[in-house]
């Protein structure tokens, strides 16, 4: 087993936080740069989600890149009074919470919401 499945080893069980997974795998303990490694590792894998209080969780099924930029406009939208907002203001948002490059979020955003003029509005029904 290579470290990136201890770590989603250790995170199947329950949530943790770096701190607590660096001390779950061997390899890392020793490390002088870890603690970096783990949360690195963390970060780049799709199935593990930061939570608020600075633990990791493992989500249940694999969700798409479209997925979570969807995920992510949708919950910008529900914070906001109005019914829709600048496209390029969602885009923004969602490119720096979900690290996906702007053109690939513009272009599922097209896809999965409505669009008029410049403003983007709640998502398309099917």
Do not use: C, W
């Amino acid at each position: 087993m290579d470290v990136s499945e201890q770590l989603l080893y250790q995170l199947k069980e329950q949530p943790k936080n770096a701190n607590e997974l660096l001390t779950a795998v061997p390899d890392f303990a020793d490390h002088p740069h870890g603690l970096e490694v783990v949360r690195l590792l963390l970060r780049l894998d799709p199935r593990v989600q930061p939570l608020d209080d600075g633990r990791y969780t493992l989500t249940l099924a694999e969700t798409t890149p479209a997925d979570r930029i969807h995920s992510e406009a949708q919950s910008f939208l529900d914070q906001i009074p109005t019914p829709g907002a600048l496209i390029t203001s969602v885009v923004d948002h969602v490119a720096q919470q979900t690290h996906y490059p702007a053109e690939q979020v513009r272009a599922v955003l097209v896809q999965q919401f409505t669009v008029r003029h410049n403003m983007l509005f709640k998502p398309r029904q099917k």
